[in-house]
């Protein structure tokens, strides 16, 4: 007999989280870290909603409810969601989470059988992956290919389609690539979900950066697509939009009332209720005009931050950056640098079991973080399954300009510095788990 449960092998993580106490011992030891790694807006909680949670506690609002979430929250969500998608939702089919990341499990739990398998998108967000043969289905990784936009088509889609497939995760706007689909490309996809899967197969779309795009774009839904409503399970939160990653406030939209009430089971089972003083303050953000202003203020520093950051980047010699459409992340190609800095062949000197383990975009990351101070996350973090040979970092531009423009000064010096990545490698043993 273990101590420990064999399924403990297969489920991943989030790293951006992981590289926390690495930043927190150089800072200990005096060092300035320029910190790219976490995806959270650093904008304040906009007033009016802070000001709502803090009326609500005042009102002790502060005791379990309905699992599903508050009325008038789940009521805000239709509201909001149908509006904006032009699709019809009722409250009794949405259902509050502590964040935009619990349904990621609670869907993989739900649907999937042993055996059964999940498309998802690579790069992506970890904890589709993470979760996949946790639950005993089959990674199904759709790539996202620079060269596409980070985005992928119908065509892409139809191979991986198979009478096993379970669910299809979309995530637009994309961490961590900040890739978006055209009302066209979400038609193509659509149109070959509908001719190859069954109606029983859904689509996971994850829309937690539905406010977050630039020069101007209108945010599209898989389900506003003829024929989708009815096989989307639609998901978006207060994290991002609202700068309240803290908040923990997420919701979906089931495609009927049964399939809520299993979400609103896994609630019980896990966490009873959302704090309702937090959800009062979701329908403050859902239904006030003064959130639309403070959202936009937002989204303007960071398109301003985007275009500095990837102009910056492009200039550094060894790195292309393509440019986000959406989210608050940057994600450079690094395969020169990793070449010139002599990261690849390092690579290829290592053992087979620890090659396995990491990446050379994982060592430059961490020669980046331990020597120059940058915490940035590797192409390895957003998906490891095919992540091969692919040479990626991904840095978030929600950090004041001032830190960003060190950090891109600090990269360009790590991108030169071959003798000290030689040292590193002689001081430090990868993978660094
Ligand atoms: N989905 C995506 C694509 C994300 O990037 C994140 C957070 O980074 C989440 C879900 C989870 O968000 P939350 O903090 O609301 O749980």
Redesign the pocket.
């Given at each position: 007999m273990t101590l420990i449960a064999a399924r403990n092998q297969r489920i991943g993580t989030?790293n951006?989280f992981k590289i926390g106490p690495y930043i927190t011992g150089l800072e200990s030891q005096g060092h300035r870290v320029i910190k790219c790694n976490l995806?959270e807006p650093d904008f304040p909680l906009p007033a009016h909603i802070r000001d709502e949670v803090k009326r609500q506690l005042d009102l002790d609002n502060v005791h379990y409810c309905d699992p599903q979430g508050v009325l008038p929250l789940r009521e805000a969500v239709a509201q909001d969601m149908g509006a904006k998608r032009n699709i019809s939702i009722t409250p009794d089919r949405v259902v509050v989470f502590?964040?935009?990341?619990?349904p990621?499990g609670f869907a993989q739990q739900i649907y999937c059988e042993p055996g059964d398998e999940v498309i998802y998108p690579t790069p992506?967000?970890p904890?589709y992956e993470s979760f996949i043969e946790y639950v005993g289905a089959v990674p199904k990784p759709l790539h996202l290919e620079e060269s596409a936009g980070f985005s992928f088509d119908g065509a892409d889609l139809a191979p991986l389609i198979t009478d096993r497939t379970k669910l299809i995760i979309v995530?637009f706007p994309?961490?961590p690539t900040g890739g978006v689909a055209t009302r066209d490309q979400l038609e193509g996809i659509a149109d070959v979900i509908k001719a190859k899967a069954s109606p029983d197969v859904r689509v996971y779309s994850?829309e937690?950066?539905e406010n977050i795009l630039f020069d101007g774009q209108e945010h599209v839904s898989i389900a506003s697509i003829q024929g989708m409503a009815e096989r989307t399970i639609l998901?978006s939160?207060?994290?991002?939009s609202y700068s309240w990653?803290g908040g923990?406030?997420?919701w979906a939209v089931l495609p009927t009332v049964e399939e809520a009430m299993l979400f609103k089971n896994m609630n019980i089972n896990y966490i009873s209720c959302v704090s309702p003083y937090t959800q009062m303050g979701g329908v403050t953000a859902l239904t006030s005009p003064l959130t639309a202003p403070a959202v936009q203020e937002m989204v303007d520093a960071f398109q301003g931050r985007r275009d500095v950051v990837v102009a910056g980047l492009n200039a550094i010699d060894g790195i292309s950056c393509e440019t986000p459409s959406g989210?608050f992340y940057v994600f450079p190609n690094i395969a020169g640098v990793c070449e010139k800095l002599g990261v690849i062949d390092a690579f290829d000197a290592l053992a087979p079991d620890i090659q396995s383990q990491t990446s050379p975009a994982s060592m430059f990351q961490m020669f980046l973080l331990l020597e120059h101070r940058v915490a940035a996350m590797d192409r390895r973090s957003f998906g490891a399954i095919g992540s091969e040979g692919r040479h990626f970092l991904r840095l978030s531009i929600a950090t004041n300009i001032d830190d960003l423009s060190e950090a891109l000064v600090r990269i360009e010096k790590a991108s030169t510095d071959t003798a000290g990545f030689a040292r590193f490698m002689k001081e430090n043993t990868p993978p660094w788990n």
């Open positions: 989030e951006a995806g502590p964040g935009g990341k619990p990621i992506g967000y904890v995530n994309s961490n994850d937690i950066y998901v939160g207060a994290s991002k990653t923990r406030l997420g989210a």
